[in-house]
Nanobody, 125 residues
Framework: QVQLVESGGGLVQPGGSLTLSCEASGFTFDNHGIGWFRQAPGKEREGIACISSWDGRAYYSDSVKGRFTISSDNAKNTFYLHMSGLKPADTAVYYC??????????????????WGRGTQVTVSS
């Protein structure tokens, strides 16, 4: 049974940094893609970062490229989202996700196969 549990959300000032963690169980990173989505109030959910299990590459949305970094620790079955240069527009609920296709799934129709419950990130002074 796949389970994903996020942690690390909170309140941060504009320009600040924050790292989210996702503890995964029930699968390995060798055969599932892993990634992060977010949803702001009144907006559609957005895929922002993922690692493809097919080619091992990281993919990012234009909205976070250059500011956010996704990484993983296979030994701990945990992956991370390192966020810097945070803006008020980054305020959202952040979800860690996993997908069986293993490809870049940021724009996959209907979204990835598995989702965590989400963690709130608020960027405000």
């Amino acid at each position: 049974q796949v389970q994903l549990v996020e942690s690390g959300g909170g309140l941060v000032q504009p320009g600040g940094s924050l790292t989210l963690s996702c503890e995964a169980s029930g699968f390995t990173f060798d055969n599932h893609g892993i990634g992060w989505f977010r949803q702001a109030p009144g907006k559609e959910r957005e895929g922002i970062a993922c690692i493809s299990s097919w080619d091992g590459r990281a993919y990012y949305s234009d909205s976070v490229k250059g500011r956010f970094t996704i990484s993983s620790d296979n030994a701990k079955n945990t992956f991370y989202l390192h966020m810097s240069g945070l803006k008020p527009a980054d305020t959202a609920v952040y979800y860690c996700t996993a997908d069986t296709t293993g490809l870049n799934f940021l724009k996959k129709p209907y979204g990835p196969d598995y989702w965590g419950r989400g963690t709130q990130v608020t960027v405000s002074s």
